[in-house]
T-cell receptor, first 113, second 114 residues
Framework: GESVGLHLPTLSVQEGDNSIINCAYSNSASDYFIWYKQESGKGPQFIID?????DKRQGQRVTVLLNKTVKHLSLQIAATQPGDSAVYFC????????????FGTGTRLTIIP | KAGVTQTPRYLIKTRGQQVTLSCSPISGHRSVSWYQQTPGQGLQFLFEYFSETQRNKGNFPGRFSGRQFSNSRSEMNVSTLELGDSALYLCASKIGTGYGNTIYFGEGSWLTVV
């Protein structure tokens, strides 16, 4: 079946280092991807999005890379800070009339001081 | 600009009861969707409303229902609560229909069924 998933359930990174969180999707019709950050007890917070006609998009300290050939996207966080500790979800939205978001299982990022 | 607002934030209900959750979208946003988040199933889509009409529905039983008002505010209702309905219920809004519009989430309503 179709799915959006993440490669690792947990990731620990030293403060100041860069983090890379990966996500794979199975449906080649997926054409819009979003990364969300969810802190404990809070709702998902929009980080950055990317459309399928792009390979890379940059935000403040974050970069999303999309590889449509292998159906993979990644979220890179530069110079991680303690406040980056959270669960990160990738989600996909498809241009097929059904506008729901399909979420991956999430990666818990822990920043080691 | 205020974000998506959900009430109540926490509630405890007894099995068999019903519950109504409320959501106020970001000002100017006309599309509201609801998601259920549990440790076992993750984030799952419940339904989406636009202009007071349900446009999409996820794979949930008929005990889960919702509605949207003319001011875009939305409510969801769960009847005959079961223990497995314990979850974080998230409301999200976006400016309009169509894919590719940024979807913003509220802080959620934590429902515990005992």
């Amino acid at each position: 079946g179709e799915s959006v998933g993440l490669h690792l359930p947990t990731l620990s990174v030293q403060e100041g280092d860069n983090s890379i969180i990966n996500c794979a999707y199975s449906n080649s019709a997926s054409d819009y991807f979003i990364w969300y950050k969810q802190e404990s007890g809070k709702g998902p917070q929009f980080i950055i999005d990317i459309r399928s006609n792009m390979d890379k998009r940059q935000g403040q300290r974050v970069t999303v890379l999309l590889n449509k050939t292998v159906k993979h996207l990644s979220l890179q966080i530069a110079a991680t800070q303690p406040g980056d500790s959270a669960v990160y979800f990738c989600a996909e939205n498809r241009r097929e009339g059904n506008e729901k978001l399909t979420f991956g299982t999430g990666t818990r990022l822990t920043i080691i001081p | 600009k205020a974000g998506v607002t959900q009430t109540p934030r926490y509630l405890i209900k007894t099995r068999g009861q019903q519950v109504t959750l409320s959501c106020s979208p970001i000002s100017g946003h006309r599309s509201v969707s609801w998601y259920q988040q549990t440790p076992g199933q993750g984030l799952q889509f419940l339904f989406e409303y636009f202009s007071e009409t349900q446009r999409n529905k996820g794979n949930f039983p008929g005990r889960f229902s919702g509605r949207q008002f003319s001011n875009s505010r939305s409510e969801m209702n769960v009847s005959t609560l079961e223990l497995g309905d314990s979850a974080l219920y998230l409301c999200a809004s976006k400016i309009g229909t169509g894919y590719g519009n940024t979807i913003y989430f509220g802080e959620g309503s934590w429902l515990t069924v005992v």
